[in-house]
């Protein structure tokens, strides 16, 4: 499965490689990373068809995550990609507003990769 991780902070790329060694090394995940909204969908543009999941963070200076969300529902609906939002704010501002432009599940840092690897593998299938 091709998922692709868009944050701002560069140590999150090392970081899903570590926990997720075995997994990448089975072929059952492949990342890709975009330090930016901008840069996420510039990658989307050019692979949107092998794209069938998206972690992004929400707060990412210029484009935030809620507006890359709303820009990927309203560019890629077929097949949609599944997104999953990100982010360090647990509030409902922030989960109402993911919700609404069509985020599949709500995440919060840090993250609990034992829980995302559930959902991930709950996807696979």
């Known amino acids: 499965m091709k998922i692709l991780v868009v944050d701002d902070e560069a140590d999150i790329q090392p970081l899903f490689i570590q926990r997720f060694r075995q997994e990448i090394k089975h072929g059952d995940f492949d990342f890709s990373f975009a330090l930016s909204g901008e840069e996420a969908l510039v ?9 069938v999941l998206i972690l992004s963070d929400i707060n990412m200076p210029g484009m935030t995550g809620i507006e890359l969300l709303s ?4 560019a890629y609906a077929e097949p949609p990609p599944v997104v999953m ?27 609990d990769f034992n829980l995302l690897k559930e959902k991930l593998k709950t996807f696979l299938h």
């Open 71 to 74: 820009r990927i529902r309203h």
């Open 43 to 51: 990658y989307l543009e050019e692979n949107h068809s092998e794209v």
């Open 85 to 111: 939002m990100i982010t360090a704010y647990g509030d409902e501002e922030n989960r109402n507003q993911a919700m609404q432009n069509g985020a599949d599940e709500f995440l919060t840092k840090p993250l």
